[in-house]
């Protein structure tokens, strides 16, 4: 640290030129940085579910759909059947696109007194009232139509866009939205689906972080004016901050990373945080020339004191985001290593750039005289407010201990017993507002259909077997009775509709055949036909493999939860008697295992950023005492969050998640503030009470300054278009008060309790000696 | 004046001779239309009896093999097909009837044939990366119904000498924008043909291999048709194959069909 100090106040310029080269070569590699949203890019590459989904994908063709919904005060008239026409049309021309199904693109199986028919379900669209009422009822009648295909009220109809397996669903959504904008009755059209949502999601929270970002940089430029007052106050921090953005982006440019929702809000912490070791440094550089030292001493004097102390509140943070690396979660590993790094900038570049300015304009303007002491007057009025509070505070904290803490105790009780109320949500559909088109399409398309995200059940074995397909039948049955899911189809419900139509198209024998060779048979009269896919998106061609399709209703976290166990009790009940395998998997199967995966890398992540904390605090404080307390009022704080997160609804998702590895980092700080200077004030030989009064009135006011523009910074996601991003933001404003409020009085009321606990044991010694 | 005139006339023989010497080279060789012919005439038939085995192989490499008997007839009125599945065992049997118009299916297992109304003639044969209308072209039809040919060249492919033919379709309801053809000039039969549709793009390829002559006729006891846009392929092999057959009308009926020959 020393050597670093000296070498860099020895050569500033030389200094300044390095930091300046890094800059444009990091910044050169900036534009780089991608944006993506696709759910299989959270998972690392090797995932047993990812190779599953991927499997299936490459089997029977796309699992991912966009979904067109259109609606019509009636469905079944010329005019709405022609507009579907025309829709299905244009979407299919799109590249990607592998398939559109829809009224008047699907093909229906029908027997009739002389054979069976494979066509169209509409060929041609009727334009007399008296066929359009035919073909209404037929169609509503159909279980395998109505409900999927058009809505039971018939106002609504879907189109079900399937993404080819080699296309970027993402840019495939953004060439069906634009498609739809086309249409003059483009209105009624609803445009939804995992695709699409991650496209808007991308979109909108780029156009949110460019929108944002500036905002928290005038906000923390105006938090730097009004502490500072001087151009170099809010220049030097402000240029610290920046650099570190910079670099970091760089970096992920370099190593081909990518922006996700969850790391989008790493410039926002860079600067909220970063410009924290620039103020240090500043203030006390300020502090020691209004003792009247010249430039030069005052830069020794500051880098040798507050050096240290902000090297040790960066190396906290560092590893507190850092411990994301544990994650399972690749978009979570890249964030904690790439915010870790960022941090990492900002404070080496605090270390060497500020000081090296400050050493080149004291050798070029001397030693100026401290300008606009009228200013200094004001300030330290406002301080000394701020000053009068927290010695208040500092005495009822020392006086009242006990009080304090049955205070403290009691907010950390109330709050933490929100704990079992905590859920956590991988469901990308709630990163949406509820009045925001997204929104709006997903909640038509849940009310008028099943839904808009499928589970695929994949079944492997001889699936020419009756008995595996009997299984198969009465599996989707019960699956459909539990009202979880919209109608569940597979080869099955083609194996019955052709064993109907064959027969005169009785309802009779709407079932399964009973010989392996009928079902042989009929599988190559469809495969003769099968040029929608029908078969080959149900089975695979050796018939060793098949899949169930259902549109689950409801794709939060906990329903697919419910799903899921219900799927293996189902699976137990039926598929115990055939020797098949089951796997379900879709995207949804995805999206629950990351909210697994949330959950385990939330927990690795604690205990591995606070063994982390601890040891460095340890080394840092040299105080056992100390460091338990720090991590102690730590693991209150985390609680809290979670606790109230439970209370409030909010749930642990991909970007909540971030809000303890912050809490952890940066809330450690005040209580190794609170702690070193109570130690310095012991050594000093004041007692234990007058110490801590020292402390709160003293550090405390640094730490109210810090925690000031910290929260500035995240509180400006509030204005976020993003739940998530608002909840975040709210939640590591809370998180960082509670730190350092805790700090200012639950660690000093119990270092104080502590110490009146074991003089009243020694007095008690003494009396019994 | 009488000298200019005797000019004149030498400058038209000379330009004449040079001409037809110049077309000559031009028209030694034949035009697109008439390798075109040839080829319909190579591998058209008036009937034909034959079993091939259909293996189809997905982009992911699943297989699936499928074996059939095959009679075909040319008529005036349209061309008739009865086919019929050899194997594997669960679909032995199972029969398929086909004139211009219908088709019918007997399913040995449901014991009886019925009329399948569907627009299936419009897509793929029988579930293979060909469709009808390409296995119609490579059949009795021929190509020269449908399309107008160009020559553009002489190429060697595989050591053989070809023909390579550009054809455009004649109606506007063809899957492919146009087709390139290399046609064997020893056998008049296609080596390779290449479908187009949109952009210029490969959609489908086909290949024939092991070309050899039975009944005095060439034949491609192998075809591959390659799907570019789904990497899915057919391979077609013929297991059996003659054209020395007379084959009466009353052979493709609905009777023969549930009865077997």
Request: aromatic share 8%.
């Amino acid at each position: 640290m020393d050597g670093f100090n000296k070498l860099v106040q020895k050569a500033p310029r030389f200094t300044l030129a390095i930091i300046l080269g890094l800059t444009l070569i990091f910044a050169y590699f900036v534009p780089r940085v991608g944006m993506t949203t696709d759910v299989k890019d959270f998972f690392p590459p090797a995932h047993p579910e990812v190779l599953t989904y991927n499997e299936i994908e490459a089997k029977f063709g796309g699992a991912e759909y966009i979904m067109v919904a259109i609606t019509a005060p009636e469905i079944f008239t010329a005019e709405s059947l022609t507009r579907i026409q025309e829709v299905t049309r244009r979407l299919e021309e799109i590249q990607g696109v592998g398939q559109v199904r829809s009224l008047t693109s699907i093909d229906n199986v029908q027997g009739s007194e002389w054979g069976i028919e494979l066509t169209p379900l509409i060929g041609d669209i009727p334009v007399d009232a008296k066929a359009l009422a035919e073909l209404k009822w037929q169609v509503l009648d159909d279980p395998m139509y109505s409900g999927s295909m058009v809505a039971n009220t018939s106002d609504a109809a879907l189109m079900v866009v399937e993404v080819k397996p080699t296309s970027d669903p993402v840019h495939v959504a953004e060439m069906v939205q634009a498609a739809i904008g086309e249409f003059s009755f483009s209105e009624d059209l609803y445009v939804t689906g995992t695709p699409v949502l991650n496209q808007v999601l991308a979109n909108s929270m780029k156009a949110d972080l460019a929108k944002l970002f500036p905002v928290v940089l005038i906000l923390i430029a105006l938090v730097l004016l009004l502490n500072f007052r001087t151009w170099q106050g809010v220049f030097l921090p402000f240029v610290t901050v920046l650099i570190s953005v910079i670099w970091t982006l760089g970096l992920m440019g370099i190593l081909e990373k990518q922006l996700s929702p969850l790391n989008a809000v790493m410039p926002v912490i860079l600067v909220s945080l970063g410009s924290a070791y620039g103020i240090y440094i500043l203030s006390r550089f300020n502090e020691e020339r209004a003792t009247g030292k010249d430039s030069k001493k005052a830069i020794t004097i500051t880098m040798a004191s507050v050096g240290s102390a902000v090297l040790m509140a960066g190396t906290t943070t560092i590893a507190g985001f850092a411990s994301n690396v544990t994650s399972s979660i690749s978009l979570m590993k890249d964030f904690g290593i790439f915010t870790a790094f960022g941090v990492m900038v900002a404070l080496v570049v605090s270390l060497a750039l500020i000081p090296a300015v400050l050493v080149i304009q004291a050798q070029r303007q001397g030693n100026l005289t401290i300008k606009k002491e009228g200013r200094k007057g004001q300030n330290k009025e406002a301080g000394r407010l701020l000053s009068k509070a927290l010695s208040k505070l500092g005495k009822v904290v020392v006086q009242r201990s006990a009080l304090v803490l049955v205070l403290c105790a009691l907010v950390v009780v109330g709050a933490i017993s929100g704990l079992p109320k905590l859920q956590t949500d991988s469901n990308f559909f709630n990163f949406f507002d509820d009045g925001s088109q997204p929104k709006i399409a997903y909640d038509l398309v849940r009310e008028k259909f099943a839904g808009s995200q499928s589970v695929e059940v994949v079944i492997r074995g001889d699936l020419q077997d009756p008995a595996v397909l009997k299984a198969m039948g009465a599996f989707q049955d019960d699956l459909e009775k539990t009202g979880l899911v919209g109608k569940p189809t597979s080869i099955v419900n083609l194996l019955e509709r052709v064993n109907s139509a064959l027969n005169e198209g009785d309802p009779a024998f709407a079932v399964l055949p009973d010989s392996r060779e009928l079902v042989a048979q009929y599988l190559l009269l469809l495969e003769m036909n099968d040029e929608q896919g029908m078969v080959s998106r149900m089975l695979t061609l050796d018939y060793q493999e098949g899949r169930i399709q259902a549109l689950v209703k409801d794709s939060s976290s906990a329903a697919t939860a419910k799903l899921f166990a219900t799927i293996e009790r189902l699976t137990d009940k039926h598929f115990d008697t055939v020797s098949v395998e089951i796997t379900p998997t879709g995207i949804i199967v995805l999206m629950n295992s990351l909210a697994d995966m949330i959950i385990e890398g939330q927990i690795y992540s604690l205990i591995f950023s606070m063994l982390s904390v601890f040891v460095i605090v340890r080394l840092l404080l040299k105080s056992w005492e100390g460091s338990i307390l720090s991590i102690f009022l730590i693991v209150l704080t985390t609680l809290i969050n979670f606790g109230l997160m439970g209370w409030l609804g909010i749930s642990l998702d991909i970007v909540t998640v971030l809000i303890s590895s912050i809490g952890i980092g940066v809330g450690i700080d005040y209580s190794i503030h609170v702690y070193s200077r109570y130690g310095e004030e012991r050594n000093n030989g004041h007692s234990v009470g007058d110490a801590l009064q020292r402390t709160v009135t003293f550090t405390g006011k640094a730490i109210a300054t810090n925690t000031g523009s910290v929260v500035a910074g995240f509180l400006i996601l509030v204005f976020s278009s993003f739940p998530p991003l608002r909840y975040f933001g709210s939640l590591v404003t809370i998180t960082m008060l509670a730190a350092s409020i805790g700090s200012l009085t639950m660690l000093p009321a119990l270092i104080s309790l502590r110490a009146t606990v074991q003089e009243r044991l020694a007095k008690k010694k003494i009396v019994e000696v | 004046m009488q000298n200019f005139s005797v000019w004149k006339v030498t400058l038209l023989v000379l330009v004449v001779g040079l001409l037809s010497f110049v077309s000559y080279g031009v028209w030694a060789a034949p035009s697109g239309s008439e390798v075109l012919a040839n080829v319909d005439q190579a591998m058209k038939a008036e009937s034909k009896v034959m079993s091939q085995t259909m293996t189809l192989i997905t982009a992911s490499g699943q297989q699936r093999t499928r074996e059939l008997q095959m009679w075909s007839k040319q008529n005036p009125s349209g061309d008739q097909m009865l086919a019929r599945f050899l194997a594997p065992a669960d679909v032995r049997g199972t029969g398929i009837l086909m004139n211009a118009e219908d088709m019918w299916l007997y399913l040995p297992a449901l014991g009886r044939v019925r009329r399948v109304a569907s627009h299936a003639k419009k897509g793929s044969f029988m579930g293979s990366d060909l469709s009808y209308d390409d296995m119609e072209q490579l059949g009795s039809k021929g190509f020269c119904q449908d399309f107008e040919a160009s020559l553009l060249g002489e190429e060697v492919l595989e050591g053989a000498d070809t023909y390579l033919l550009q054809l455009r379709p004649v109606n506007e309801d063809s899957d492919y924008l146009y087709l390139k053809m290399w046609v064997d000039r020893q056998v008049w039969l296609p080596r390779k043909i290449e479908y187009f549709g949109e952009k210029d793009t490969v959609l489908k390829v086909l290949t024939t291999w092991d070309l050899q002559q039975i009944e005095g006729r060439w034949v491609a006891q192998q075809m591959i048709m390659e799907d570019r846009q789904k990497g899915s392929k057919t391979v077609l092999d013929v297991q059996e194959v003659s054209f020395a057959v007379e084959l009466d009308d009353a052979l493709f009926s609905t009777r023969t069909l549930e009865r077997g020959l």
